[in-house]
T-cell receptor
Framework: GQSLEQPSEVTAVEGAIVQINCTYQ??????LSWYQQHDGGAPTFLSY????GLEETGRFSSFLSRSDSYGYLLLQELQMKDSASYFC??????????FGPGTRLSVLP | KAGVTQTPRYLIKTRGQQVTLSCSPI?????VSWYQQTPGQGLQFLFE???????NKGNFPGRFSGRQFSNSRSEMNVSTLELGDSALYLC?????????????FGPGTRLTVL
């Protein structure tokens, strides 16, 4: 089976940097994705790591280490609008998508 | 380019009834996946369709089924509804050949079973 673990909640203040971790147990997958979901909204794609290392997209960066079965999403210069739930996800070699339980980020003024 | 659309947006049914939800993917996307989202279980994969064929299936009972049409539009059906089927049902489309990165989600159908 496959499972992903994330912290359930993270709180930070505007302008700060926050890291949301994702650890996983899976036999094989193509890469690690991150999605953002605001309350009442649909998940939207943020980033994807096919290979180990850091991927940067504006204020967001994502990291993957297959040897450590670990990845993270880094959000810099936090803004109030970043308050949302963040999900890590993998697409395994059997082609199924598996999502983590989600981390609820609260950004305080 | 229009996004993924789902109809209806809200639905109220009673136990034992059946329901059909519809999803229209982004033009050119041939893969459509369905998910059930609940507060306690998060996003659970139901199934994926590609070129009118079910390519993958999650761990859900046979009451949950789906299909895809030649224009890539997809429907999912839930028969003999149970209270526990109350959830947000999301569909997502993606391009062929992209092995794991980006799925585009629709706004979802909120199903309430009474």
């Amino acid at each position: 089976g496959q499972s992903l673990e994330q912290p359930s909640e993270v709180t930070a203040v505007e302008g700060a940097i926050v890291q949301i971790n994702c650890t996983y147990q899976t036999s094989g997958f193509y890469g690690l994705s991150w999605y953002q979901q605001h309350d009442g909204g649909a998940p939207t794609f943020l980033s994807y790591n096919a290979l180990d290392g850091l991927e940067e997209t504006g204020r967001f960066s994502s990291f993957l280490s297959r040897s450590d079965s670990y990845g993270y999403l880094l959000l810099q210069e936090l803004q109030m609008k970043d308050s949302a739930s963040y999900f890590c996800a993998v697409r395994n070699y059997g082609q199924n998508f598996v999502f983590g339980p989600g981390t609820r980020l609260s950004v305080l003024p | 380019k229009a996004g993924v659309t789902q109809t209806p947006r809200y639905l109220i049914k009673t136990r034992g009834q059946q329901v059909t939800l519809s999803c229209s993917p982004i033009s050119g996307h041939r893969s459509v996946s369905w998910y059930q989202q609940t507060p306690g279980q998060g996003l659970q994969f139901l199934f994926e369709y590609f070129s009118e064929t079910q390519r993958n299936k999650g761990n859900f009972p046979g009451r949950f089924s789906g299909r895809q049409f030649s224009n890539s539009r997809s429907e999912m059906n839930v028969s003999t509804l149970e209270l526990g089927d109350s959830a947000l049902y999301l569909c997502a489309s993606s391009l062929v050949g992209q092995e794991g990165n980006e799925q585009f989600f629709g706004p979802g159908t909120r199903l309430t079973v009474l």
